[in-house]
């Protein structure tokens, strides 16, 4: 079976590891902090604050925006149902704002019609590896009082507008899983460039502890003193990880870069299909292109996804719109709240792609398309 995404490992980032298991640290050392600042190159510099994976990211950023009971966070349902879970293990309401039909990010004037006086975040998703209209949806949060955090689980090495994603949300939240753009097997990070969210990131991700001795408030202990002031939990990324991460992310150029050139081959092969929607991409964004996503025409998404898996095709389904989760439909979500991201559902189809996908195996992708849909 030819996945629809996978991991590209090779002698550097297996040399990277060794080198970790073969030193004094395999968590809590130094990889850590290197492997942060090799993502910080990518977010402008913005600090990063590595976690155990892109759900412990976002719970870490909504934890760090002061997210509780009474809140409410309004977000995409064309997503992974963890960007709405976490807020919502939290004690926050989710509001599920519609998505714009072309690229199926947030819409902002969705956003703006469902925000109100207890929006506290504003989650934007990156879909696909798309950038969401950040400039726009920090407007509509402002007016609402509330921050922005963006999911860019998709869209690490992504631009918006010549700025890189971990610079256009107060809060930014990255997803390493394998299929990602890069991987660390697990993990995730929060970008921030407000001091007290990073601060608040920081000790949420290693149980709340509080390790400086001019913020304790039980003076005068020794020197192994550590105290709990908010609870926080343990999503610290080993060393181990980090490493492979740090290998991972030197590579992250030429991984955007040969996805490019494969959504370039899709784009030119797949245009004269009838009816067949192609991923959508604005003149003002660069998209690392985490998804190649297209619409399949006449109501024929499950046929299609059915007859390329029997060839041997990997295609997937990204996503179920989140409410139509039970979880969230035994809270009281409805179907039909968002009627564009249920159209967009139900003809998404994601084809491979993936940097070590072969030209020819990518033409047998398109060959099998056409001689389905042509």
């Known amino acids: ?184 097997a697990e993990g995730g990070a929060v970008a921030t460039a407000d001091e007290e969210l990073l601060r608040r990131a920081r000790r949420f991700r290693n149980h709340g502890l509080v390790r400086e001795a001019e913020e304790q408030r039980e003076l005068g202990e020794g020197g192994w003193h550590q105290e709990v002031h908010e609870f926080g939990l343990n999503y610290r990324l080993p060393d181990v990880l980090c490493a492979l991460g740090i290998s991972q992310v030197r590579r992250l150029g030429e991984f955007k870069a040969r996805r490019a050139r494969l959504v370039a081959r899709y784009n030119g092969a797949l245009a004269g299909l009838a009816g067949l929607r192609l991923p959508a991409c604005r003149p003002h964004v660069d998209p690392a292109w985490h998804l190649y996503a297209v619409g399949i025409p006449d109501g024929r998404r499950r046929e299609v996804y059915e007859r390329m898996r029997e060839a041997g095709i990997g295609v997937q389904v990204n996503y179920l719109p989140a409410y139509w989760h039970p979880a969230f439909a035994d809270m009281g979500y409805r179907r039909g709240m968002c009627p564009v991201a249920e159209e967009f559902y139900a003809r998404q189809l994601s084809l491979p792609l993936f940097p070590g996908l072969t030209d020819s195996e990518q033409d047998r992708v398109i060959g099998a398309l056409h001689a389905i849909l042509g």
């Open 1 to 184: 079976m030819l996945p629809y995404g996978r991991q590209s490992i090779d002698e550097r980032d297996i040399e990277g590891v060794l080198s970790v298991l073969e030193g004094d640290w395999l968590t809590t050392g130094p990889a850590v902090a290197a492997f942060e600042a090799e993502l910080a190159a990518w977010t402008g510099g913005v600090p990063c604050v590595s976690v155990t994976s892109g759900t412990a990211a976002l719970h870490t950023a909504y934890a760090a925006a002061g997210v509780g009971a009474g809140d409410e966070v309004v977000t995409s349902p064309i997503t992974f149902v963890a960007t709405a879970a976490t807020a919502v293990m939290l004690g926050a309401r989710v509001v599920f704002a519609d998505v714009e039909e072309d690229t199926a990010n947030l819409d902002p004037a969705a956003v703006a019609a469902a925000a109100g006086p207890r929006t506290r975040v504003v989650t934007a998703v990156d879909y696909a590896g798309h950038p969401a209209e950040y400039d726009t949806l920090r407007e509509v949060a402002s007016r609402a009082g509330a921050l922005v955090v963006g999911d860019a689980a998709h869209s690490v090495g992504s631009r918006y507008r010549d700025r890189p994603v971990g610079t256009l949300a107060d809060l930014t939240t990255f997803s390493f899983f394998p299929t990602k753009t890069i991987t660390t």
